[in-house]
């Protein structure tokens, strides 16, 4: 991890401690180039493994993108697209229109249902619904998305104030 | 004959023998050319010799004080002197920053420690056998930095009327520099640095991704992580 990413972490919601034990709380790992666009989420507790094998998708899917599009943030933006489009097919069994959610999507309608390629809605998990958000607008900025990553994705709510214990 | 030369000879009317207002109008054109106070001394000269036949004058020609043209020369040299070593001495001062922010940039991307190393006072180090005074140790080095850094842009850092428009955040608020930027891994094999822009600045700098854990849990404290 530390030979291609450098890591970091930010606070943006809040738990309680009830009797010494944590409740709620959520935790989403963001993918992102150092500009803060947005490669990829992995929403919720995760594994190390689990972590280290999508860490693994996002280097190898990047350096294919830099390669496939030669310096054009078009073509780049369009490989991600295909990537999380493709993901969401195979382990989802999801087929998107991924040209209709590019004219129609926008983060404020997002919800948990996706629509496929026959227009039949579709309930997906949480990284499901990861991959539908990405594949419709993908490299958005990391402080536009995560809102919706904490509240809609993780059904956390974002929020600055302390841990309240009871 | 002109005016100023007539009033004169009028004004001196005391000669004791009109002398032909020719000749006493030359005498007088000479008087004028020269410094005033050379004027008492000629006239009374001029009328004592009035009487005599113009051929017993001495020669009109121009008489050169030499003494009065060497003080006005010498003072003349030294003022163009000073001023032109005023010159000299302003454009050296302000060369000498100049120069120094020309290396600075190529320090700072060779090593960062190379600045402090710089300022700081030099160590006491075990003397060293005798060196060829061959050159000066600064020479090589500024040598090779002109030989092998093209001519460098002016560094944003520079731009000075973006940076006085733009309002600064605090300085608590503002990036670290990297030095004193720290890690911890939190019971993790990852390095974790404590800031999110900090980590982005790093990973631009390092050709790098950035990942960024969003929590509502403390990290630090793996019982509620």
């Not at chain 2, 106070?37 to 008489?63: D, H, N, Q, V, W």
């Not at chain 2, 290396?103 to 006072?121: D, G, K, R, T």
């Amino acid at each position: 991890m530390n030979r291609y990413f450098v890591s970091s972490y930010q606070k943006v919601g809040t738990f309680r401690v009830v009797d010494g034990e944590k409740t709620g709380g959520n935790v989403a790992s963001y993918f992102c180039l150092p500009d803060g666009s947005v490669l990829h989420v992995v929403a919720g507790p995760a594994d190390a493994a689990t972590l280290l094998r999508e860490a693994r998708w996002v280097v190898d899917t990047r350096k294919l993108a830099m390669t496939e599009s030669k310096g054009n943030y078009a073509r780049y933006k369009a490989f991600f697209r295909k990537a999380h489009a493709e993901r969401l097919r195979k382990e989802h069994n999801l087929d998107l229109d991924t040209q209709r959610m590019k004219d129609t999507f926008s983060l404020a309608s997002f919800s948990n249902q996706a629509i496929d390629r026959r227009g039949q809605r579709r309930q997906l998990g949480t990284q499901g619904q990861v991959h539908w958000l990405l594949a419709s607008d993908p490299l958005v900025k990391i402080e536009e998305v995560y809102s919706t990553v904490f509240e809609k994705i993780l059904g956390e709510k974002v929020s600055t104030l302390p841990v309240l214990e009871k | 004959m002109p005016p100023v030369t007539r009033r004169a000879h009028a004004a001196h009317s005391r000669c004791p023998q009109q002398l032909p207002i020719k000749h006493c109008g030359d005498i007088y054109i000479v008087s004028h050319l020269l410094p005033s106070f050379s004027i008492g001394r000629l006239a009374p000269a001029y009328y004592e010799y009035g009487a005599k036949p113009a051929s017993m004058y001495p020669t009109p020609g121009p008489r050169i004080y030499w003494r009065t043209v060497a003080v006005v020369g010498a003072s003349a040299w030294l003022l163009v002197a000073a001023v032109v070593g005023a010159c000299v001495l302003r454009q050296r001062s302000a060369e000498e920053p100049r120069a120094s922010l020309k290396v600075l940039p190529e320090q700072v991307l060779a090593s960062p420690s190379a600045i402090v190393e710089q300022s700081s006072p030099p160590k006491q180090e075990a003397p060293k056998p005798p060196v060829t005074p061959a050159a000066p140790p600064e020479a090589p080095h500024a040598a090779m930095l002109a030989k092998n850094s093209p001519p460098v842009p002016p560094p944003a850092l520079f731009r000075e009327d973006r940076l006085a428009s733009a309002p600064l955040l605090p300085v608590s608020e503002q990036p670290l520099p990297q030095e004193t930027m720290d890690f911890e891994r939190c019971g993790t094999q990852v390095d974790f640095a404590s800031n999110p822009s900090e980590a982005a600045r790093l990973a631009l700098k390092e050709r790098k991704l950035l990942l960024v854990l969003h929590l509502s849990g403390e990290f630090e404290d793996s019982k509620f992580t």
